[in-house]
């Protein structure tokens, strides 16, 4: 159950909201709240969510976060976090991304699922997930938390809306047929040099565990994955943080690359 009365949610999410559009860094709302709960911090991401919709914000996809086995462990927390992406986070293919709108972004390599069926948890499994996949293809979150030298709690970061600020998906789009998602490599370079490498198996040991896992997750506050959701399943290779004037370039196995420039 939730701690936090509807005005503390309201004033929390406005609060969050508030550092992301403006861009500065505020104390993680634990230590003013210690006593809010996890639904308490879905309550205020949700909040979030509503309050860019009633601006005329669409939300064009979802995103998974902490989905390695790692940063879980690190992280001491026994599930991922999800977050929404509203229709300014996406930055085209090659596109620039202005690094004066953000805090502190990090870039991570990751694989979008767009879905072709609804997806409702609970019980939804990998077979489910793929049964229900039109295709995949690769994606660069930026991820940029609003809590002061990217230092949080699983609560304080689910309310932040998991640290979500810009995505950019691009190279090829592929059945989940024709690809072996869990040896899947990805290999990612800033500024001409290989800083990180990784597998489709650093994501929850597959990669479609992690759609999975959402399902599942918004079951449990009755919502779904409706057909024709982008999902971006968390990062396969460690965040990687970059300055004004960087550009990257992402790698993937059979599908091609992803790339733009912080600006």
């Not at 462990?73 to 992406?85: I, K, N, S, T």
């Not at 090659?94 to 948890?121: M, N, Q, R, S, Y």
């Not at 979150?141 to 600020?165: G, T």
């Not at 290999?187 to 800083?195: A, D, K, L, T």
Request: proline share 4%; with cysteine; net charge negative.
């Amino acid at each position: 159950m939730g701690e936090l009365t509807k005005q503390e949610v309201s004033q929390l999410a406005e609060h969050l909201e508030k550092a992301e559009l403006e861009a500065y860094e505020v104390t993680k709302i634990t230590n003013d709240f210690p006593h809010m709960t996890y639904e308490d911090a879905f309550d205020i991401q949700w909040e979030i969510r509503r309050r860019k919709q009633e601006r005329g914000n669409k939300i064009v996809g979802m995103k998974m976060g902490l989905t390695s086995w790692a940063k879980m462990a690190q992280m001491g927390v026994e599930v991922p976090c999800y977050g929404f992406l509203a229709d300014y986070f996406a930055i085209p293919d090659g596109g620039e991304i202005k690094h004066d709108e953000l805090i502190h972004p990090k870039i991570e390599a990751e694989l979008a699922f767009v879905t072709k069926a609804p997806l409702k948890g609970p019980g939804i499994h990998i077979g489910d997930v793929l049964r229900a996949t039109d295709f995949v293809m690769p994606a660069v979150e930026v991820i940029d938390s609003r809590y002061k030298d990217f230092k949080f709690d699983l609560k304080s970061v689910i309310a932040d809306n998991s640290s979500s600020s810009r995505f950019i998906a691009g190279g090829n789009a592929k059945p989940v047929s024709k690809l072996d998602l869990k040896t899947l490599g990805v290999v990612m370079e800033v500024n001409g040099e290989v800083v990180q490498l990784g597998a489709g198996a650093a994501v929850l040991g597959h990669p479609a565990s992690s759609v999975a896992m959402l399902a599942n997750m918004l079951g449990e506050r009755g919502e779904e994955i409706p057909a024709g959701t982008f999902i971006m399943i968390g990062a396969i290779t460690a965040a990687v943080q970059v300055n004004k004037g960087d550009s990257f370039v992402v790698r993937y196995q059979d599908l091609g690359t992803v790339s733009g420039k912080f600006v």
